[in-house]
């Protein structure tokens, strides 16, 4: 959870840039109204007058918390526009898959979830197929581990309740700079996963490699890791 105020670009329009500020900053995590204050610098008046015009035009939605989220209009106003990550898995995804002869997905956390947002599958043999879209708990996988271990305090938190690992796993995941898996989110399959970041070094999404443990054996990061760290630079290099 942010603990201070954030600096956002001036444009120069008061009133713009700081409807901005306050949707940048529910985006980070929802909030109420006394963080999203700490979040922007704002004054409590003015948040509150901007966040309610925002839901009004559905950019932002109150849940019955009473936290902000981003608002369906985002997705609506989102759909017109290319998406640097998966133009960059376009060409990266095969590659990776074509080295290592398995099922590659990548993943973007959305909330305490992991949506795969693309995949390269290979022609023919046993494959661990998951489909585009799909929504995957962040409680088990290498995958979920590479998103819970660069994730805000508060989220952490919540996962490693119910999670099949603990705090010092993610603490070796950071450590070493990607993550394994063998027959946590399915029984028979094992998985590496590798950070992929932006260009300020943020935390975008995980690069997977997935398939059959007789296949790729129970350290399958001794196997892949090289590969896929190789693959996660490539995509960070196109954003």
Do not use: N
Request: overall charge positive.
């Amino acid at each position: 959870m942010a603990t201070g105020t954030a600096s956002y670009p001036s444009s120069g329009i008061g009133v713009l840039d700081k409807a901005v500020a306050v949707l940048q900053a529910v985006a980070t995590e929802p909030c109420g109204l006394a963080e999203l204050c700490v979040r922007t610098g704002l004054p409590r008046a003015t948040a509150h007058r901007l966040a309610v015009g925002l839901e009004v035009h559905r950019l932002l939605r109150r849940a019955p918390d009473g936290r902000w989220r981003p608002g369906t209009a985002l997705a609506e106003l989102a759909g017109g526009a290319t998406d640097p990550l998966l133009d960059a898995a376009s060409s990266v995804l095969p590659k990776l898959r074509d080295i290592t002869g398995e099922s590659v997905q990548l993943y973007r956390r959305d909330g305490v979830q992991r949506v795969c947002v693309a995949t390269a599958e290979p022609p023919s043999g046993l494959r661990d197929t998951v489909p585009i879209g799909a929504r995957l708990p962040m409680t088990a996988g290498s995958g979920a581990k590479v998103l819970a271990a660069w994730a805000d305090s508060h989220t952490q938190r919540t996962l490693l309740a119910d999670a099949v690992f603990g705090e010092r796993t993610l603490l070796e995941v950071r450590r070493r700079g990607w993550a394994q898996s063998v027959a946590e989110r399915e029984p028979g399959v094992a998985s590496v996963s590798a950070p992929v970041r932006d260009s300020s070094g943020g935390i975008v999404a995980a690069v997977s490699v997935s398939g059959p443990i007789e296949r790729i054996g129970r350290k399958p990061g001794v196997r892949w890791a090289a590969d896929l760290l190789s693959a996660a630079e490539a995509l960070t290099d196109r954003l």
